[in-house]
């Protein structure tokens, strides 16, 4: 079965980074846009990023651009996002998914920004 597993995040002080990760498994990877979305206590999930299948477009919520990447490596069968000048409000449990299988997560991955 599709199977997406999170894994990276932790506890960050404001201004640091962290590198997320998603192993994805059970489809063809390298035939589905994989995106990001993160959630925070008490309000909706939300969009962060997604690159596309071949890795030729990629885009991003405008309050991570410029902070964050995606990256895939459809080899591997697995998506990265890299977060920098980490922010207390880029607090969030943060989970990937894939465009072809929408209704699919993973348990998601904690990230908290906090001195």
């Known amino acids: 079965q599709v199977q997406l597993v999170e894994s990276g995040g932790g506890l960050v002080q404001p201004g640091g980074s962290l590198r997320l990760s998603c192993a994805a498994s059970?489809?063809?990877?390298?035939?589905?846009?994989m995106s990001w979305y993160r959630q925070a206590p008490g309000k909706e999930r939300e969009f962060v990023a997604t690159v596309t299948f071949s890795v030729r477009s990629t885009n991003y919520a405008v309050s991570v651009k410029g902070r964050f990447t995606i990256s895939r490596d459809n080899a591997k069968n697995t998506v990265v996002l890299q977060m920098n000048s980490l922010t207390p409000e880029d607090t969030a449990v943060y989970l990937c998914?894939?465009?072809?299988?929408?209704?699919?997560w993973g348990q998601g991955t904690q990230v908290t920004v906090s001195a």
């Open positions: 998914s894939a465009r072809v299988f929408p209704g699919v």
């Open positions: 059970g489809f063809t990877f390298s035939n589905s846009a």
